[in-house]
């Protein structure tokens, strides 16, 4: 996707945000139970958030064109190679709209753990955002714990990730 075509498509959706009922866009508050979504992997598999129930969650919405998500992606790497052992998983939901782009990037940046694509209910229940990264952290208990905008220092995604178990 073109740069111009990008600003043109958030400029929209910030249009629609804007006069759409805050109830429909809102995503759950720290503390709060995550409702159910599913994901398709790149793979094709369906995953589902009950599979992840009694373990961490940290659900990550990237792009490839996103500067911060470069590095982001490579201490994600690191983070789950670190705690998948204790339990964590780590779902990271392109934002893409080119299946070569994702491709593209993985094959430069490899990453161990699933990557799906964006579908329109994980926007009715994480909330609106035009720009990537934005992290969800959901707990054991399958109560959102952490709501990142933007990249996060790695200690302090740590922190979280070791307050989750």
Same mark, same amino acid.
């Given at each position: 996707m073109s740069f111009p075509r990008r600003s043109f498509l958030a400029a929209g959706l910030a249009l629609v945000c804007a006069f759409?009922?805050?109830? &429909?866009?809102? *995503?759950?508050?720290?503390? #709060?139970?995550?409702?159910?979504? #599913? *994901? /398709?992997?790149?793979?094709? %598999?369906?995953?589902?958030? *009950? %599979?992840?129930?009694q373990r961490p969650l940290l659900v990550v919405f990237w792009a490839s064109w996103c500067p911060p998500c470069k590095g982001e992606m490579a201490e994600l790497q690191k983070l789950y190679e670190r705690h998948r052992g204790r339990g964590l998983e780590i779902l990271a939901i392109s934002m893409d709209e080119d299946r070569r782009d994702i491709d593209e990037f993985l094959r430069a940046q490899p990453v161990?753990?699933?990557? &799906?694509?964006?579908?329109?209910?994980? =926007? #009715? +229940?994480?909330?609106?955002?035009?720009?990537?990264?934005?992290?969800?952290? +959901? =707990?054991?208990?399958?109560?959102? /714990?952490? *709501? %990142?905008? =933007? &990249?996060?220092? &790695?200690?302090?995604? #740590?922190a979280a990730i070791r307050a989750a178990f």
């Amino acid at each position: 996707m073109s740069f111009p075509r990008r600003s043109f498509l958030a400029a929209g959706l910030a249009l629609v945000c804007a006069f759409a009922p805050s109830f &429909a866009l809102a *995503a759950p508050d720290v503390g #709060e139970p995550v409702p159910a979504f #599913e *994901a /398709r992997l790149l793979s094709g %598999q369906v995953v589902r958030s *009950a %599979q992840y129930r009694q373990r961490p969650l940290l659900v990550v919405f990237w792009a490839s064109w996103c500067p911060p998500c470069k590095g982001e992606m490579a201490e994600l790497q690191k983070l789950y190679e670190r705690h998948r052992g204790r339990g964590l998983e780590i779902l990271a939901i392109s934002m893409d709209e080119d299946r070569r782009d994702i491709d593209e990037f993985l094959r430069a940046q490899p990453v161990s753990f699933p990557v &799906a694509r964006e579908n329109d209910r994980h =926007g #009715e +229940i994480f909330g609106p955002f035009l720009m990537p990264p934005r992290l969800f952290l +959901i =707990g054991r208990d399958g109560r959102l /714990r952490l *709501a %990142q905008w =933007g &990249a996060m220092k &790695a200690d302090a995604l #740590e922190a979280a990730i070791r307050a989750a178990f």
